[in-house]
């Protein structure tokens, strides 16, 4: 993989040094570059990597160039950027400069989404499966999800949105998105802007097993109903409060261990990135 990359930026006139580094030091890396004042960072690998230098990255004048490389690339799917390598590198060399939103939990930053209840639970019994047996990371997915379903718990949360509006409430999950997410078919999952400068909040409504069960194979399909989520309009900041000291967050795709409450908030133009030059519609 590393000399098909130094080609490709070869072949594409971007001249460079290439690094192969583990994932818990990119952001370590990544703020290195920028404070060194390298004008472009190209980082490869899935969303959890993109999004752990993003956070080295926001609010410096460093741009990004993202290469997918992961198993999970929804940031680079949603600006657009090919899934090829050779692609993906000309979108580097011929692209335009573009300024993105980020979210943000507790100083903690992230690209994509963060949720609390059902989805970390099955992100930390996936990890486990693959650890142990060995599992691919779709089939450990499919198995943790049942599993979680199977034996959910639903959580007391205290909202405060904006700063104003609280409201207390029991849910199997709390989903925050960084920019507003589709659940409707064609385009469930995917994100139309990521400069819009607000974060996408919803949260699933109480239901019993049976009904958690439908209610998450309708999100899987793009057929949710009103009844299954609570959409939160025009949210910029958002603050969860629990009896627990500590909440498990899935963010981007990583579970993490988070001091309560939890502010959430959005950055507006924080991140630059190169992507192609027109703006993709949603896919």
Known sequence: MRDELAAALDANGISGKVELVDGGDIAERVARAAKAGEPLVIVGGGDGSISAAAGALAGTETVLGL???????????????????????????????????????????????AAIGLYPLMVLDREAQQHRLGRSKRLAMVVAGLRTLIRFRHQRLSLTVNEQEQATLDTPLLFVGNNDYSLELPNAGTRAALDDGRLCVMVMRKKGRAGLIAA????????????????????????????????????????????????????????????????????
């Open 216 to 283: 998450t194979l309708r999100v899987l399909v793009g057929r949710v109903r009103n009844d299954d989520m609570i959409r939160l309009d025009d949210v910029t900041r958002l603050r969860v409060a629990s009896r627990r000291t500590h909440l498990t967050l899935a963010i981007d795709g990583e579970t993490q261990q988070v001091a309560t409450p939890l502010d959430f908030r959005i950055r507006p133009g924080a991140l630059t990135v190169i992507a192609p030059g027109d703006k993709p519609a949603a896919a």
């Open 67 to 113: 290469l997918p490389l992961g198993t999970l690339n929804h940031l680079s799917r949603d600006l657009g950027i090919p899934a090829k390598l050779d692609q993906a590198v000309a979108v580097i060399a011929t692209g335009q400069q573009r300024r993105i939103d980020v979210a943000e939990v507790n100083g903690r930053v992230f690209v994509n989404n």
